[in-house]
């Protein structure tokens, strides 16, 4: 009977990273997927800012920003003309290195993540699946089912459950998922066409009767469509080909399309499961949450599931938390899961809803609004940090405690470069570790070189006081880079405190991982 640390099921993006982060910290794991192959088609596009940001503890961020695409604008039209340009390519500029919307697609991006997890000896077992599973206090204990028929046991500490909307581990622990679906049903095709809308920007057409968005992919003339299909065609959207979708829009944007790579229908769901855990298992993804694909936020909200609970599996595993600590990643991740759906719901009916006021907002109040209000820095401002997840936090939390200025524990940490000098350089680093911004004292430094919690010491500057920052407070980050503790003048004791509390026993004298 084989035997690993952490079983996971499902090797989409989510389970991918979860395997990945899970390596990284030297806990073993297997990772299954029904299915053949990785996929070969570019589904979910948009990688966020944050997700690049803790892209940087498993080297993967210059590798995606070199081979993805920065889009550079986002144009609205109306009845067959660009009616406003919202610029895109400085909108996020000063709150992080990666101030910009950018497209990696999916099949690209999970090939990536397969190739780095093969580096840990790791590798995705194909055409097999979660038959059943039983749990209890000792760990998990699986029966898989591989394609040929043929079945195994095996035996896991924890369960992950990274499969999908339909996951199988979701229904087996009997987890209600509720929410709806919308009416709508929308296409999605990648092409090869030419016209004004190709031009590697987005566009957005805002008609009466059609919603059409052309994302740019790499190379010239690829783009992905997303559409709306109306009337009759509705009713049976798996029998649908390119050709038989509304064609209005497209010809309205001048897209000429000479080839289909890939299509497709669906309808976009609004569900959050009731529950993210149970004893030793967990939903990750698309198995815990779904909703609207409006501000490209699915993917990446699955990656910072799998970023979430790593760590707190590896502090677990190696004996450095009590299993209670495993309690916070539905408290958090549940949370922003929430408030996610609440936020996508309201865009995805403003574009889609049907009416006379509501065309009338979409089509002569949108385009001369948005430019007029997105030209105050504030608004720009506010639209980057809430899209690229930056603004993500774990306030008023178990492992959140104390306050700095205006930062809070569970806060993201802001990001400051000055005079050639990162202070997001030593967020690579998958650990516990202080910054401090100006003095700090040689009991903590002790203390913290005790534990293996590295200390960055930073010149206080302006720049600093300008981010939120307060000089000589201390900041305890955690693993995954989110503030734990923000406390002025913070000595040994009140780190002691803080571990002791929440049950985090990091060993003495333990070298710096």
């Known amino acids: 009977m084989k035997r690993c640390e952490v079983l996971i099921i499902g090797a989409g993006p989510t389970g991918l990273v979860l395997a990945l982060w899970l390596s990284k910290q030297g806990v073993s794991v297997r990772i299954i997927d029904k299915t053949s192959g990785p996929g070969t088609t570019s589904r979910a596009l948009a990688v966020q ?11 993967l961020t210059t590798t995606i920003v070199e081979r993805g695409r920065q889009v550079p604008a986002a144009n609205l039209w109306v009845k067959g003309h660009a009616a406003a340009r919202l610029p895109l390519n400085s909108i996020g500029a000063g709150f992080t290195p990666y101030p910009f919307l950018h497209i990696y697609p999916q099949d690209e991006h999970e090939q990536l993540l397969i190739d780095r997890l093969q580096g840990f000896a790791v590798d995705v077992e194909r055409n097999t699946e979660l038959s059943d599973f039983s749990q209890d206090n000792q760990g998990i204990k699986a029966r898989l089912r591989h394609a040929d028929g043929t079945q195994e046991h095996c035996q896991a500490s924890y369960l992950a459950g990274c499969d999908g909307a339909g996951s199988t581990v979701r229904k087996a622990l009997g987890i209600g998922f509720p929410g709806g679906t919308y009416q709508q ?9 030419s016209g004004p809308a190709l031009n590697g920007e987005l566009h957005v057409d805002l008609d009466e009767a059609d919603f059409l968005a052309v994302f740019p992919l790499a190379g010239d003339g690829r783009a992905r469509l997303i559409g709306t299909v109306r009337d009759a065609r509705a009713e049976h959207p798996e029998q649908l080909r390119f050709d038989d979708v509304s064609h209005r829009a497209i010809e309205h944007m001048n897209v000429q399309v000479q080839q289909v790579n890939w299509f ?5 769901h609004h569900r959050v499961a009731e529950h993210f855990s149970q004893q030793r298992t967990f939903l990750l993804g698309d198995a815990a949450h779904i ?7 699915g993917m990446n909200t699955g990656i910072g599931d799998a970023i ?7 502090s677990v595993l190696r004996g450095e938390a009590r299993q209670s600590l495993l309690d916070t990643y539905q408290i958090e991740r549940s949370a922003f899961a929430q408030r996610l759906v609440a936020t996508t719901d309201q865009v995805f009916n403003f574009v889609t809803a ?5 065309a009338l907002l979409r089509t002569r109040l949108a385009p001369r609004m948005l430019p007029r209000v997105l030209a105050f820095r504030s608004a720009q401002a506010f639209l980057f940090r809430t899209v690229s997840q930056i603004t993500l936090n774990y306030r008023y939390m178990p492992l959140s405690y104390g306050d700095a200025g205006s930062l809070q524990g569970g806060d993201r940490l802001p990001w400051v470069a000055e005079d050639g000098r990162d202070n997001f350089s030593g967020l690579s680093r998958i650990c516990w570790q202080v910054q401090v911004y100006g003095a700090v004292s040689a009991s903590l430094v002790q203390w913290c070189s005790g534990r293996g919690i590295p200390v960055d010491v930073f010149v206080w500057s302006p720049a600093h006081e300008a981010a939120g920052l307060v000089r000589d407070a201390v900041y305890l980050i955690r693993p995954d880079t989110y503030i734990a503790l923000a406390w002025g003048n913070a000595d040994a004791a009140v780190l002691e405190t803080y571990f002791a509390e929440r049950g ?7 070298p710096n991982r």
């Open 264 to 268: 497709s229908t669906y309808r976009v």
């Open 354 to 358: 049907d009416g006379r006021l509501a």
């Open 504 to 510: 985090l026993n990091l060993p003495v004298d333990n």
């Open 291 to 297: 909703h609207s694909p409006a501000g490209g936020q």
């Open 308 to 314: 979430n609970l790593a760590w707190k599996l590896a």
């Open 49 to 59: 800012a944050r997700t690049l940001e803790l892209y940087r503890q498993l080297d």
């Open 185 to 193: 049903v929308f296409y999605v095709a990648d092409v090869q066409a």
